[in-house]
């Protein structure tokens, strides 16, 4: 197995892939693009502390809003712009890096059916951690003890101006759509100050999955 996030923009990488191995089996983690963003510069600033600050590099012209979208952070969450490339390759699967957090049992049962493997990991094998705040495993391999992902996984992200973040969820809320459309799978990224939640109605077929619906708008009660 071989991961990076830059194999997902790098325009060789599908037929390098498919020279390999016409039977390779590609999942693909996509997250909110902004959070996405947020987290690839808290990684940069962890290695270098000196950077400008997010709000500099995410923007062209800070007056005029226009984003800089030849920032790799921003580059990449432009996932929509990147599909067409892979989608010729056949088995791809995607997961949400959200759902991973919230349902990682849940997400698993479908990269587990995905590789034709039987559902052998389940919620039994994990625990959410709250001081973590991240799912972890009961029981490493090999060990009785408890494990969760290191020190580089699940960073505090820097507190961002609101506006930045609000520029920045207009500008990919295009391709969000678009990417939604696409490979059918109903992620929705929230972009509105008050939590909601759609349900998306998607047939099997691709085209039937273009005239998918709003079949739910649920608002939950100010708290
Ligand atoms: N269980 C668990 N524990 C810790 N972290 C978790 C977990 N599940 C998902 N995540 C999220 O994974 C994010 C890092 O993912 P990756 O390592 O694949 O990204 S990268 O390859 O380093 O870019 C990492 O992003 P940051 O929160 O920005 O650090 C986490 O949000």
Known sequence: ?????????????????????RDIKLIVVVRDPVTWAISDYTQTLSKKPDIPSFESVTFKNRTTGL????????QI????????????????LFVSGERLIADLAGELGRVQDFLGLKRIITDKHFYFNQTKGFPCLKKAEGS????????????????????????????YRP??????????????????????????????????CRRWKLVALVRPKPQ
């Open 77 to 92: 969450g432009i996932y929509a712009k990147h599909l067409d490339n892979w989608l010729q390759l056949g088995q791809i």
């Open 1 to 21: 197995m071989e991961k990076t996030p830059s194999y997902f923009v790098t325009r060789e990488a599908p037929a390098r892939i498919s020279a390999m191995s």
């Open 67 to 74: 984003i800089d979208t030849s920032w790799s952070a921003v």
């Open 175 to 208: 391709f969000n759509m678009k990417f939604y459309q696409v490979t059918r799978r109903m992620i929705v990224w929230d972009d509105r100050k008050v939590p909601i939640f759609y349900v998306h109605v998607c047939s099997e077929t691709l085209q039937d």
């Open 144 to 171: 009785s003890k408890p494990h969760c992902l290191g020190k580089t996984k699940g960073r505090t992200h820097p507190n961002i101006n609101p506006q930045v973040v609000q520029r920045l969820r207009d500008f």
